[in-house]
């Protein structure tokens, strides 16, 4: 492969595609089966979630990630079986009531027994809402709410949607997890058509029998559907989080691509004062406003990231305003681009020092013992692990050296027999982190990488060479479902790819 070539053609797609490429989700697809059997691929979403059911009747990943995938397709295909199967073959109901069953048995087996949901979004208004509908079906007995879960959060925000008043914008993108019932009369489809970039949402609110701009939104739904062929992703568009995230990788590992002059123009105009969205209908958040600044501090446009400090909580930066939660990706990514605009210029050196310091010290003080990081926006151990390395390993001063020292020690320790990393097994993404986490920081401060990392990072490199150029990822990202975005993913790994050859060739 010419990792060169394909980086790329990597950023070429970034613009013939400029909603972004997302996976397609369990989730999202189920609610539109409920939601709009009368939208073209009705046949085809059905046909998705059949075959993307488990042998033992679940939906989804491990360790209490099925749990929303296997409600929403339970109760989608509940329905289905409810009714009168329009679009489908008699062999399909047969399929459908069999699938129905087993995801039942798999709930009554599973619920019971959930140790912890994981922190996702909106998983306290989805899990109640969706056991109170498979519920309703009467087709077994009620299924019991995990620990830890209750009705109070869907009752409150039903109110408020029921009221007609404003509803803060990170709300758009679970619409379809308060129930509607003829409210949200504040809601309206953005320039494109989308209710909260979410297909679900936007279904929700053309079932409440919406007319004004109605057909707009219909037309979003059927451009969705049609790329997909039927089953949908959980949240589209991203186009300023998906471009910010592969220039920054590409960049990061040394790769020189050719940038797209009107890419890098079009992310500077989607910073304003209160920063950016990962796309039209999401709220402003300091994720994708960090990284959009990073990307664009990497490739000489170098903004002022004062628009960050909306997001300042004085002991963390939030993800977005009024988050339940704490993310420590989001703040290592706040220290790259605070880190990032000092760097581009001597006379910005001191600039915003006081703000670095304090993300420095709060990634350091949130370390594990063992040496990793976990966050709230992905599955993956390693995905933090790495955010917090390379933040710190260039931002982060010689007081952090011990900590991405240690970090980079965890990796070393966790890597699997065939050379590859992965939290349930190993994939190409995970792999593709730990290689970065072992190399990019001597790229970054110059030497000689410790022998032990160059060996492991290019068992990890022969792992990505004799795996191939896949692009059917591993859903490891959270947002109401897991999910892949696939272009951020494919560049992770070229970096990988790039930052390992040497390492190989060496061997």
């Known amino acids: 492969m010419n990792v060169t070539r394909e980086a790329g053609a990597l950023v070429a797609t970034l613009m013939s595609t400029p909603w972004g490429q997302v996976s397609a989700s369990v989730y999202e ?10 939208l073209i691929g009705h046949r085809e979403r059905v046909h998705y979630l059949l ?36 679009g489908l073959f008699p062999e399909d109901m047969e399929h459908v009531a069999l699938a129905a ?32 509908l498979i519920n309703a079906h009467g087709a077994s007995a009620p299924l019991p709410l995990p620990p830890g879960l209750d009705h109070s959060r869907v009752e409150q925000v039903r109110r408020v949607v029921e009221s007609g008043a404003t509803l803060p914008e ?47 939104a219909l037309r ?28 920054t990788w590409l960049s990061r590992a040394g790769l020189s691509v050719q940038v797209p002059p009107e890419m890098l123009a079009d992310l500077r105009a989607s910073i304003g004062p209160a920063g950016t969205s990962a796309g039209p209908g999401l709220p402003a958040d300091a994720d994708t406003t960090s990284v959009a600044l990073h990307a664009l501090a990497l490739h000489g446009v170098a903004l002022d990231p004062g628009s960050l400090l909306a997001f300042d909580t004085g002991t963390h930066f939030c993800t977005w305003q009024g988050e339940d939660g704490f993310s420590i990706s989001v703040n290592a990514h706040v220290l790259d681009a605070f880190g990032s605009y000092a760097a581009t210029a001597p006379a910005r050196a001191g600039a915003y020092a006081e703000v670095r310091s304090r993300l420095a010290d709060l990634l350091a003080e949130r370390q594990h013992p063992a040496g990793n990081w976990e966050d709230r926006w992905h599955a993956s151990p390693l995905y933090a692990t790495l ?9 982060g001063g010689r007081e952090h050296a011990a900590a991405v020292t240690m970090a980079r020690e965890w990796v070393l320790d966790t890597q699997r027999a065939d050379g590859s990393w992965g939290r349930w097994e190993g994939t190409l993404e995970e792999t593709a982190y730990a290689i970065q986490a072992l190399l990019l920081p001597e790229r970054v401060r110059g030497g000689a990488v410790d022998e032990r990392y160059a060996h492991a990072a290019a068992r990890g490199h022969a792992y990505l060479q004799r795996m191939g150029d896949m692009s059917d990822y591993p859903s490891l ?3 109401k479902d897991l999910y892949t975005p696939i272009a951020i993913v494919r560049a992770a790994i070229l970096a990988a790819l790039h930052l390992g050859a040497p390492a190989l060739e060496s061997r």
Do not use: N
């Open 29 to 38: 697809t189920g609610r539109l089966v409920t939601l709009a059997p009368w």
């Open 51 to 86: 075959r993307t059911q488990r042998p033992d009747g679940s939906w989804g990943a491990p360790d209490g990630y099925g749990l929303v995938p296997t409600l929403s397709a339970t109760e989608a295909l509940l329905t289905v079986a409810s009714g009168s199967g329009e």
């Open 101 to 132: 069953r087993s995801g039942l048995a798999a709930l009554h087996e599973r619920l019971p027994r959930v140790a912890g949901v994981p922190d996702m979004p909106a998983v306290d208004l989805i899990v109640p809402g969706l056991v109170t």
């Open 170 to 216: 990170k709300l758009l993108h679970a619409l379809e997890a308060t129930g509607l019932s003829g409210g949200a009369r504040s809601v309206r489809p953005t320039v494109i058509g989308t209710i909260g970039a979410s297909p679900a949402a936007t279904a929700a609110w053309l079932s409440t029998g919406a007319e004004l701009e109605a057909d707009f």
């Open 220 to 247: 979003h739904l059927e451009a969705v559907v049609t790329r997909y062929g039927g089953p949908v992703p959980v949240g589209l568009p991203i186009t300023v989080f998906e471009r910010g995230w592969v220039l």
């Open 387 to 395: 955010s917090c390395v390379l933040a710190l390993g260039e931002y």
């Open 477 to 479: 990202w959270h947002d």
